[in-house]
């Protein structure tokens, strides 16, 4: 067995980033798009957040990504950046480049190191395919079956429509897996007909007195005791008994 070597290894989760320095950096870089001031991101955050953070307190979360002082952000403090700043939630949890000054990942790591992280990162902040996406379009249903379909807002149209593309992928996916086996399975019915074919002949050449049509009737004799299940193991079938009597004959 090849051992892996450090390069081969998967790349820290995040970077080597902490959750929360992430949100530190997704704070800066949603002002930045946003082309705020500090104090302008603090006047935007205050009704969401309850109270108005001061310059210094935008600046200090901010820098959470620098490591010195990281700041523990609150599942309040999520929800009203995404509100102040107009973008979900999944936004301020996305990481930055790999390649970043604060990034702890081995300048040898390998694409595919990092592409199977990558791959674990968007699971985490997406859902999977095959359980976490399903289990939240469920969520979703299960939330909004009591609202009016007539009065759902283009987000809400939006979030189905996306469910929707998550589900059709999972059914892509597998009937995909059910043409491969589909594929295999029609290929190996060939090999099987061709290797019959061969047998026959051999069996024709070698044994001139045993003809194709004896061979096709042992081949077909063989498929009826496999499917009767007999001749496994050579033993007689059993014979079911009677109900038993008490008290003598």
Not at 154 to 179: K, N
Not at 185 to 202: K, R
Request: a negative charge; glycine letters at 8%.
């Amino acid at each position: 067995m090849k051992r892996r070597t450090k390069s081969d290894r998967q790349a820290p989760l995040f970077w080597g980033i902490t959750p929360n320095q992430l949100v530190g950096y997704n704070l800066w870089r949603a002002r930045q798009e946003r082309g705020w001031t500090q104090s302008q991101a603090a006047d935007a955050l205050a009704p969401h957040l309850g109270v108005r953070w001061t310059v210094a307190q935008v600046s200090a979360a901010e820098h959470s990504i620098d490591g010195a002082r990281i700041r523990q952000f609150t599942a309040d403090d999520l929800v009203a950046f995404a509100q102040a700043f107009d973008l979900p939630v999944t936004y301020f949890f996305l990481p930055p480049s790999p390649a970043a000054s604060w990034s702890k990942v081995d300048e040898g790591t390998s694409s595919e190191g990092l592409n199977r992280t990558m791959a674990v990162m968007i699971d985490l902040i997406f859902g999977d395919l095959n359980e976490g996406a399903p289990q939240v379009v469920g969520r979703l249903h299960e939330v909004m079956r009591d609202l009016d379909v007539e009065l759902y807002s283009a987000a809400q149209r939006q979030v189905f429509h996306l469910a929707r593309q998550r589900l059709l992928a999972i059914v892509a996916r597998a009937l995909d897996d059910i043409a491969e086996c589909r594929k295999s399975l029609v290929d190996l019915n060939d090999a099987l007909a061709g290797i019959e074919s061969d047998v026959t002949e051999q069996l024709a050449r070698t044994f001139p007195e045993i003809s194709s049509e004896d061979v096709a009737a042992l081949l077909g004799r063989g498929q009826d005791v496999a499917r009767s299940g007999e001749g496994r193991s050579g033993a007689a079938p059993a014979v079911p008994k009677g109900p038993e009597r008490s008290g003598g004959p």
